[in-house]
């Protein structure tokens, strides 16, 4: 049973900093392409970033460059998303999906497993 369970939202300042993790079951991250992916009341949900299975190869959407870093820790079966710089644009739930390829899928449609999601929102 492939299973995806975040944490790690809150509430957080503007400018301020959180880290998501993403602990994967039943699936191994040297096979499955991970992808980080967000969703704001009204609005699509969108892909943010991803790491490949292959070589651990990194994309983020432009929004968010330089600001979150994805990283994965295998033996721990982890993903994680750093977020800093944080905007109040940036409150949305999010979520990690898993895609069995190894390359980076860049539209969340794309991914198969999904996780529950964890809100993050950024506020004074």
């Known amino acids: 049973q492939v299973q995806l369970v975040e944490s790690g939202g809150g509430l957080v300042q503007p400018g301020g900093s959180l880290r998501l993790s993403c602990v994967v079951s039943?699936?191994?991250?040297?096979?499955?392409?991970i992808g980080w992916s967000r969703q704001a009341p009204g609005k699509e949900r969108e892909l943010v970033s991803c790491?490949?299975?292959?070589?651990?190869?990194?994309y983020y959407v432009n929004s968010v460059k330089g600001r979150f870093t994805i990283s994965r820790d295998n033996a721990k079966n982890t993903v994680y998303l750093r977020l800093s710089s944080l905007k109040p644009e940036d409150t949305a739930v999010y979520y990690c999906?898993?895609?069995?390829?190894?390359?980076?899928?860049?539209?969340?449609?794309?991914?198969?497993?999904w996780g529950q999601g964890t809100q993050v929102t950024v506020s004074s």
């Open positions: 999906a898993a895609v069995r390829r190894p390359i980076c899928a860049y539209r969340a449609d794309e991914y198969r497993y």
């Open positions: 039943g699936i191994s991250l040297d096979v499955y392409t």
């Open positions: 790491i490949s299975s292959n070589f651990g190869d990194t």
